[in-house]
């Protein structure tokens, strides 16, 4: 049995409905093969039982038409449900090829996604180590974790030590500063106003630099 042309000639886009469809298949002619046998069965004389006496006449006491009948279609059926049996195995071998390979390009692109993050995104100078609730770093959205690729006028290319960031914080008490960090791979961007709170400082969080 051939489903189509296509997923019997080396098409990819063999589907596990087309594989269904020959599993059903297979289990008819595995049931059209039992009623033959059945058939032999109720004749007495199976697959290989002779149909002539011992004087080699034809025997009278069994239906010779029905017994070849039936031997001759299961010869026929065996021949196809080995051909079947062939299709589905080489049917979910394309699917799992199939699989494979789109996992691996998953990967693949998943990876290329990675480096290409690497590449476009600047290396963090400094990382968050600490946020106080209610405080002006805890509204604008800062996180503990958030690795600090720009900060006001300091960036990666010019930060040198924890004081550029202190002297950015003394000159804009109350003028917002915008911040861009490196979220979960992602950069997350938003405006941080330094300003007098209930806690010390004008932030209220700790950030200590990163090893470079």
């Given at each position: 049995?051939?489903?189509?042309?296509?997923?019997?000639?080396?098409?990819?886009?063999?589907?596990?409905?087309?594989?269904?469809i020959?599993?059903k298949?297979?289990?008819?002619?595995?049931?059209?093969?039992?009623?033959?046998?059945d058939?032999?069965?109720?004749?007495?004389v199976g697959?290989?039982?002779?149909?002539?006496?011992?004087?080699?006449?034809?025997?009278?006491?069994?239906?010779?038409?029905?017994?070849r009948?039936a031997?001759?279609?299961?010869?026929?059926l065996?021949?196809?449900?080995?051909a079947?049996?062939?299709?589905?195995?080489?049917?979910?071998?394309?699917?799992?090829?199939r699989e494979k390979?789109?996992?691996?390009q998953d990967?693949t692109e998943?990876?290329?996604?990675a480096m290409?993050?690497?590449?476009?995104l600047?290396?963090?100078?400094?990382?968050?180590?600490?946020?106080t609730?209610?405080?002006?770093?805890s509204?604008?959205g800062?996180?503990?974790?958030d690795?600090?690729?720009?900060?006001?006028s300091?960036?990666?290319?010019?930060?040198?030590?924890?004081?550029?960031?202190a002297?950015?914080?003394?000159?804009?008490?109350?003028?917002?500063?915008?911040?861009?960090v490196?979220?979960?791979?992602?950069?997350?961007?938003m405006?941080?106003t330094p300003?007098?709170?209930?806690?010390?400082?004008?932030?209220?969080?700790?950030?200590v630099?990163?090893?470079?």
């Amino acid at each position: 049995m051939k489903i189509t042309g296509e997923s019997n000639s080396g098409s990819p886009d063999i589907t596990m409905d087309d594989v269904k469809i020959l599993i059903k298949r297979k289990d008819e002619i595995e049931e059209q093969i039992k009623a033959y046998y059945d058939v032999l069965e109720d004749q007495g004389v199976g697959v290989e039982g002779p149909l002539v006496d011992a004087e080699g006449y034809p025997r009278s006491d069994v239906n010779l038409i029905q017994i070849r009948t039936a031997r001759h279609n299961i010869s026929c059926l065996q021949n196809d449900h080995k051909a079947i049996m062939t299709e589905i195995e080489e049917a979910l071998h394309k699917l799992h090829a199939r699989e494979k390979a789109k996992r691996q390009q998953d990967e693949t692109e998943a990876q290329e996604e990675a480096m290409d993050l690497q590449v476009t995104l600047p290396r963090p100078f400094a990382r968050v180590d600490a946020v106080t609730e209610g405080s002006p770093a805890s509204g604008a959205g800062l996180r503990v974790g958030d690795e600090v690729i720009d900060f006001g006028s300091v960036n990666t290319e010019n930060f040198q030590n924890l004081q550029n960031i202190a002297a950015v914080v003394q000159h804009s008490e109350g003028k917002p500063l915008r911040i861009s960090v490196i979220r979960e791979g992602q950069k997350v961007q938003m405006s941080l106003t330094p300003q007098r709170w209930s806690g010390r400082g004008l932030l209220g969080c700790n950030i200590v630099p990163v090893q470079r």
